[in-house]
């Protein structure tokens, strides 16, 4: 029993790999990922690739010689759909029987079902992989009404390239607040006026009750006050479900994810978890969570190989994210999850605002809006845990990085 099998060729399962070589791991390591192509990068899908921008080749996560070149095995187009924990063999589609000394779980997560009548109609699409973007791509030649479902960030990433394609979507959400469950009301304020400034129809606080059609094809959406918007593209972007089969069918505890310590290991010390579908201690509020983010997925990977390589490290990154809509540049460092304070400093003349969001008087997070350096800034400045008041970031000299100077 030796070396390391991944399951999921994502994010997360190619930055493992490649970490356990550079660390110079030399067992046999094993990716096998479901996906009928070798691994790309999602970001993209709801962005430059919609615009036509992005050619496929570049997609790919790293060159076409990166995996044989390195030694690691690459099986795509291969499901894992058995795992024998006493025996530390896991089983493909295919009937591949794969012995591990470790299994790492990276298989990330798939879009929620929308919870109402009418989701299986055609022309009713989510947006994961690149089959469904290259299927929105298709699609979006010849729509006309688009209706979005969902105003999260895929939803507004996907209504941007909307106008960019000379559509004017309409988005709407149950929730009150776009982008809800993760930035402040400041930050959500600013995008849904700049949205709607720049031809997006956001109708908040809707909720959809069935999306109709006619043979077989959408043709509307049905709302909770009986109004029928004309749809014959709906996207839909109402968050994601963690991939946790696999491990339940094997008895590992699952809750909103693969239950992990600080180690990103199972209570199976040969299986650990990391990704989109890893429930994880948080090392700033308590409390378990599960991000979706590229700076998630490779920072837990190079944890975990430091750890298979004898550098064994509880996992504190420091998270950091970013979601483009059209030239609204949004980029996150820190959790704002809990924040009761924000302290807003807009750049009128750029209209660049950053947000920097505290609990009590810590500060847990920048949000902010076409101001990289700021974000660049506030990232130092959260992970070197120098004190910063909100009085601080009032006041009208304030620079994060002159205030770690
Ligand atoms: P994934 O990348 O989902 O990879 C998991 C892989 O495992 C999948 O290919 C899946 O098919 C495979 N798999 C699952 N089960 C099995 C099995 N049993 N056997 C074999 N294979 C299996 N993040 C950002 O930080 N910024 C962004 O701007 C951003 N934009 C995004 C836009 C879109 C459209 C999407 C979909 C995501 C975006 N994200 C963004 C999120 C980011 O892409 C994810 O957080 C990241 O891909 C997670 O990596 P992962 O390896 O955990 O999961």
């Known amino acids: ?66 995996y044989e070149d390195r030694g690691i095995r690459l099986l795509v187009g291969r499901r894992a759909v058995e795992l024998d924990r006493s025996g530390r063999v896991l089983t493909l589609d295919d009937g591949t ?15 929620r079902p929308l919870p109402v009548p009418g989701g299986r109609l055609e022309g009713v699409v989510g947006l994961r992989t690149l089959d ?20 999260g960030f895929i939803g507004l990433e996907f209504a941007a ?20 469950r993760a930035v402040s009301a400041p930050t959500a304020a600013h995008f849904a006026e700049q949205h709607g400034l720049r031809g997006t ?28 918007i004309p ?27 693969i239950v992990v310590d600080e180690y990103l290991a199972t209570e199976d010390p040969h299986i650990s978890a990391i990704g989109d579908c890893a429930a994880f201690p948080d090392p700033r509020g308590g409390g378990r969570i599960r991000l979706e983010s590229v ?6 990977a190079r944890c975990l190989a430091a750890r298979l390589t004898g ?51 810590s500060l847990v997070a920048v949000e902010s809006v076409n101001r990289p350096a700021d974000h660049m800034a506030a990232r130092r400045l959260l992970a070197s845990g120098v004190t910063v008041t909100p009085e601080d970031v009032a006041g009208p000299e304030f620079s994060a990085r002159a205030h770690m100077a």
């Open 132 to 151: 469904d973007a290259q299927e929105l791509c298709r699609r979006l030649e010849s729509a006309r009404d688009v209706v979005v479902i969902g105003a």
């Open 161 to 180: 390239a909307c106008r960019a394609a000379g559509l004017n979507p309409v988005v709407l959400d149950i929730a009150e607040q776009v982008m809800g």
């Open 311 to 361: 550098a064994a490290r509880p996992y504190d990154a420091l998270p950091w994210f970013w979601s483009y809509q059209g030239d609204l540049r949004l980029q996150i460092a820190g959790l704002a999850t809990g924040h009761d304070h924000t302290v807003v400093r807009k750049d009128e003349r750029t209209q660049g605002l950053s947000v920097y969001c505290f609990r009590g008087s």
């Open 201 to 228: 129809r956001l109708l908040m606080g809707t909720a959809p009750t069935e999306l109709v059609g006619r043979d077989g094809r959408v043709t509307g959406v049905r709302t909770a006050d009986g109004t029928t």
């Open 295 to 300: 700076q998630n997925a490779a920072d837990q």
């Open 97 to 111: 029987v794969l012995p591990y000394g470790h299994l790492v779980l990276a298989t990330g997560a798939r879009p």
């Open 1 to 66: 029993h030796g070396g390391v099998v991944v399951v999921g060729a994502g994010q997360a399962g190619v930055q493992v790999a490649e970490s356990l070589r550079e660390a110079g791991y030399d067992d046999p390591v094993i990716l096998v990922g479901e996906e009928p192509r070798p691994p790309y990068q999602r970001p993209p899908l709801s962005k430059e690739y919609l615009a036509g921008k992005l050619p496929d080749a570049e997609l790919a996560l790293r060159g076409d010689r990166f």
């Open 231 to 257: 749809a014959d593209l709906v996207v839909t972007g109402v968050g994601v479900l963690p991939n946790t089969e696999l491990a339940a069918l094997a008895g590992l505890d699952t809750d909103n994810g």
